[in-house]
């Protein structure tokens, strides 16, 4: 447990200096003061003229349900068509990277008794 945690603490405590490092070389770079992101907030803020309901709304249902549906739709695509192949290669159940069947499953059990 002592040697996990070393591992892991060592690992977050590297990848936070290097985070921290890579931001201010950015910064330095572009020129690009540290009020960046207060700076588009207040851009943001003062497009809606302080409708924060309206922020409120697009920013807990709708970004996150356009995500959803957007990643989710892609793969229903996937699983109708099998293409992209690429994104059903490596599934891990066996024997399912086929495409989905296109009739329901009491359908075609009707079907096969004829």
Request: charge should be positive; charged fraction near 15%.
């Given at each position: ?39 588009q ?7 809606y ?66």
């Amino acid at each position: 447990m002592r040697k996990t945690a070393f591992i892991l603490g060592s690992g977050l405590l590297l990848f936070v200096a290097f985070w921290n490092s890579v931001t201010w070389h950015l910064q330095r770079f572009w020129g690009a003061s540290g009020y960046f992101w207060q700076a588009q907030w207040e851009r943001l803020l003062s497009t809606y003229e302080g409708k924060e309901w309206v922020l409120y709304i697009i920013g807990t249902t709708q970004v996150p349900g356009l995500c959803f549906w957007s990643f989710n739709g892609l793969l229903l695509v996937v699983d109708t068509t099998g293409k992209p192949n690429f994104i059903s290669r490596y599934r891990i159940q066996v024997g399912k990277n086929e495409p989905a069947s296109q009739t329901w499953p009491h359908l075609e059990k009707e079907i096969n008794k004829e």
